[in-house]
Nanobody
Framework: QIHVVESGGGSVQAGGSLRLACTVS????????MGWFRQAPGKEREAVAT???????AYADFLKGQFTISADNAKNTLYLQMNNLKSDDTAMYYC???????????????????????WGQGTQVTVSS
């Protein structure tokens, strides 16, 4: 069974940075598709960034280079480096993993992984202006 656990959230002022981490067990990060999602109050959960099993990355259009997704295979951990944070980035951030058979493609990602992925409990990011 695959498990993912997020860490690294917190409160930061606008313009600041945070790095989220997602520790994976039950598989290795290099063999599965992984991603970061977020859900702001009153909004639907949305995909932020993904890293697939052949190291390709994809990002939400609204990020404009603000965040970077990466993985440390030795630590079996996924990261999300978030820079120049804005109040709009305030949300619960979730890490998720899915076997490649369910697809790493961006279209319909959250729906597919909601049904077939492995999700963490989330880590809160609060950005104050």
């Amino acid at each position: 069974q695959i498990h993912v656990v997020e860490s690294g959230g917190g409160s930061v002022q606008a313009g600041g940075s945070l790095r989220l981490a997602c520790t994976v067990s039950g598989t290795t990060v290099s063999r599965i598709c992984m991603g970061w999602f977020r859900q702001a109050p009153g909004k639907e959960r949305e995909a932020v960034a993904t890293l697939d099993n052949i190291s390709r990355t994809a990002y939400a259009d609204f990020l404009k280079g603000q965040f970077t997704i990466s993985a440390d295979n030795a630590k079996n951990t996924l990261y999300l480096q978030m820079n120049n944070l804005k109040s709009d980035d305030t949300a619960m951030y979730y890490c998720a993993a899915a076997r490649p058979i369910y697809g790493c493609g961006w279209s319909g990602l959250e729906v597919r992984w909601r049904a077939n992925g492995y999700w963490g409990q989330g880590t809160q990011v609060t950005v104050s202006s």
